[in-house]
DNA sequence: ATGTAGCACTCTAAGTGGTAGAGTGCTAAT
DNA sequence: ATTAGCACTCTACCACTTAGAGTGCTACAT
């Protein structure tokens, strides 16, 4: 038998054992890992291995006499260091394709299918977050007068974006005051984003200290009505009926703690709206997760951007046993045609 | 033992296995009823009726030897004849405005809080249908101009609804025209309903022919604009995974049915639309349901109104083994909460 | 040293048989 | 008309057995 190095054999072994097991979700065992290498390593030589693997906490045994199972550490060292990228072929592709470009030009409509795609594509369930607003660059702002106490704000972005809110002041603003203090905010916002139009006002505040200054806050005033800048945090969920055919959910329980997870929005916004701060693919595999809901399962995010800015993410959750390789491509490929869709309607 | 009307102990009996079967989940025999009456009936007697209630459908046996369970009939009986309006408590009401009432004003945020109260109170899943646009009226319009190409349409209703869309036109408006544009739209529309604005206006054309022409037909142009009184039809779901806890979905197979019928939004959309032109509670047990997903399933649906128009529609989704009155009631209370809620928020 | 065959051992999953108990329908008595 | 009694049926559960998959260890081959 050729003479391997130890450590890449180790590798090979650890990489078809997950590989095995994701696909079939029983734990693997030595015979079938030597099948997989065509007998050219036997199942004893493959027992040794294991049990080296075991020791390194990389797979474990559910019980004696089963096969093994990689742990989550053992995920995380395939994701890390085995995962080969897998190409989406050109079907996979134009289903996608379809399905996120032929939405029209309802945001929601768009989202909706975007986590649908995702889910269809890897079996796991698909999560699209709507654009943060905050990560949107100014172009427009309209105040209008409805009545004594109420005014109403549209705010447009770059990307298209609109958002609107009504607000309650106590201050009264005659038609003039607010065409002017209107004038002057699309005059000196343009190009910051929503996130710093605060901060940025106050700046200007600190600087400006003639008799524009009333002026000024006046306008932050209006601009400082909680909600304004508020996205609606809205996630998209789809696939949780088809994801319900993974043997790890043959058990309810489990499929009450995977409900469970999914509808704890909160928990899932915090990772994403961190996850959104880095470029490309994250992967948390079960007790990586800090949020105790997530722990029993892996969520792979990943932003999506239009105009080169970051402004959302998507992502796919589903048990540790998943498709890494393809999930990722699915995201990455997802995130680049939803992105140019949401381009295309600003 | 004292002379009953037969017709009505049949009822009595019928109502009796209903409520211990939905209370227990498990098949109500003799002995069981007999001692819900304190044995003032013997169990011989109750099998007797039993017969006749299976003969008449009302009832079946999973297996013989088993106790019985009632049919999808049985329940739509039960609803229909036995019905006793169940009244909250002050704490069940206290938690449920709880969730309305403190949302602050975020329509997102408080159909959320509302699905959850449905499906905290009734332990089934809960369903809120955003507010139809299209039955709503119209309070004030605003156009803006973008681009050369494109315009921004703002419409708010008297419920304070603010629906915004941006249009891409091949026609260009001048600054001038698109005010004069607003000024008459907002005098001639004030107090029409948002879906009939478009036969309205249609009608306004027939009749006048003259100089106006044009410029009404600009009006309509713009107004016609697909999308723009286009609700987003949003569903907004919460429970999904407590109620995994029921006994019927110890069987995967029904629990990925039920979330597929849960993910089936184009028929439930179809059902709250459908059902909320009418007033109050509407109840669909089973097999009654057209749509095959929902046909394992029952759902009790509940408009809400704002300013005393139905503008929405909630509902709750679960086996057809489920409180009915209690389900009515909660969503009873509910939508009349919600719609206050709606109102002080216009 | 490294890899492999053989073997005893362990554990699960699946099948079998037997029993208790819940529930029924029927009949005869009140 | 109602009910007590009884034979009958079916399930759920338990204990038991067995086949098979998989392991770890040891001794042997390279």
Do not use: W
């Amino acid at each position: 038998m050729k003479h391997v190095d130890m450590e890449s054999r180790r590798k090979t072994i650890l990489g078809a054992i997950v590989e095995s097991y994701v696909d079939t979700a029983t734990p693997v065992g030595s015979r079938a890992i030597s099948q997989r290498f065509r007998y050219t390593i036997s199942p004893a030589t493959i027992r040794n291995v294991m049990a080296d693997l075991e020791e390194m906490e990389l797979i474990m045994q559910p019980h004696t006499s089963a096969g093994r199972v990689p742990t989550d550490k053992g995920y995380r060292f395939y994701v890390d260091s085995l995962l080969e990228p897998k190409h989406l072929t050109k079907e996979e592709e134009s289903i996608i394709n379809k399905l996120i470009h032929h939405s029209g030009n309802d945001i929601e409509y768009i989202m909706q299918n975007a986590s649908k795609a995702i889910s269809i594509m890897t079996n796991v369930v698909g999560i699209v977050l709507t654009p943060r607003l905050k990560r949107s660059i100014f172009k427009h702002i309209e105040l209008f007068y409805i009545d004594d106490s109420k005014i109403l704000a549209v705010i447009i972005t770059t990307s298209g974006f609109v958002k609107n809110s009504i607000m309650d002041l106590e201050e009264h603003f005659t038609k003039q005051e607010l065409t002017r203090i209107t004038e002057f905010l699309n005059s000196e916002l343009e190009g910051v984003f929503l996130g710093d139009i605060k901060s940025y006002l106050t700046r200007k505040l600190l600087e400006e200290r003639d008799s524009f200054y009333t002026f000024l806050k006046q306008a932050m005033d209006i601009l400082s009505i909680p909600g304004l800048f508020k996205t609606d945090d809205h996630l998209y969920f789809e696939g949780a009926a088809c994801i319900m055919a993974h043997p790890e959910f043959t058990d309810v329980k489990k499929a009450r703690l995977f409900l469970g997870a999914c509808e704890d929005k909160k928990g899932l916004l915090n990772l994403l709206n961190e996850d959104m701060e880095f470029e490309g693919i994250k992967i948390h595999i079960g007790k990586e997760n800090i949020n105790s809901e997530i722990r029993d399962f892996s969520v792979v995010t990943c932003n999506y951007k239009v105009n080169d800015t970051i402004i959302g993410a998507i992502a796919a959750i589903g048990p540790t046993r998943m498709e890494y390789g393809k999930v990722m491509s699915v995201l990455k490929y997802i995130s680049h045609e939803l992105g140019k869709e949401l381009e295309n309607l600003g």
